[in-house]
């Protein structure tokens, strides 16, 4: 398996609810290494650039209101196989359909508010990590820190 990156998202829902410090916690327990962290508030404009995929759908507009409703927590993950693992750990989209013990099945409430959001491929992940953390702001890997 390759080293890989990708991007988590507490949601507002979580960091409202102050899950984010367990959510970090396990992460950490599964063998992510948080390579770049930050606390945000998105304003409308910036949660509209990183859902621009979505623009058109129905759920568009709910799901910039929610981004932008409260601060979120945004990091790059490192880890073998990071972008599937990742999706294993935090469930299913809907907390009802979720693995038991996964993120969304413990903190999420419903299929728009469900705790956290994670890349779903490496090319994905290497856009949405460059839409919040500036290349200087993201730690090198171990084997290419000088």
């Given at each position: 398996?390759?080293?890989?990156?990708?991007?988590?998202?507490?949601?507002?829902?979580?960091?409202?609810?102050?899950?984010?410090?367990?959510?970090?916690?396990?992460?950490?327990?599964?063998?992510?290494?948080?390579?770049?962290?930050?606390?945000?508030?998105?304003?409308?404009?910036?949660?509209?650039?990183?859902?621009?995929?979505?623009?058109?759908?129905?759920?568009?507009?709910?799901?910039?209101?929610?981004?932008?409703?409260?601060?979120?927590?945004?990091?790059?993950?490192?880890?073998?196989?990071?972008?599937?693992?990742?999706?294993?750990?935090?469930?299913?989209?809907?907390?009802?359909?979720?693995a038991e013990g996964t993120i969304r099945k413990l903190?999420?409430?419903?299929?728009?508010?469900?705790?956290?959001h994670g890349s779903d491929k490496t090319s994905t992940?290497?856009?949405?990590?460059?839409y919040f953390f500036a290349g200087y702001e993201v730690?090198?890997?171990?084997?290419?820190?000088?």
């Open positions: 398996m390759a080293l890989e990156r990708t991007l988590s998202i507490i949601k507002p829902d979580a960091v409202e609810k102050n899950h984010a410090g367990a959510i970090i916690a396990r992460l950490e327990a599964e063998g992510f290494t948080v390579k770049a962290l930050k606390r945000v508030h998105l304003s409308r404009k910036e949660a509209e650039g990183f859902y621009e995929e979505h623009r058109g759908r129905g759920f568009f507009d709910e799901l910039v209101a929610f981004m932008s409703r409260s601060p979120i927590i945004v990091m790059a993950l490192e880890r073998e196989d990071a972008v599937a693992r990742y999706r294993e750990v935090i469930g299913a989209t809907d907390p009802a359909k979720a903190y999420g409430a419903s299929v728009g508010e469900n705790a956290a992940a290497a856009r949405e990590i460059s730690s090198p890997t171990a084997s290419s820190a000088s």
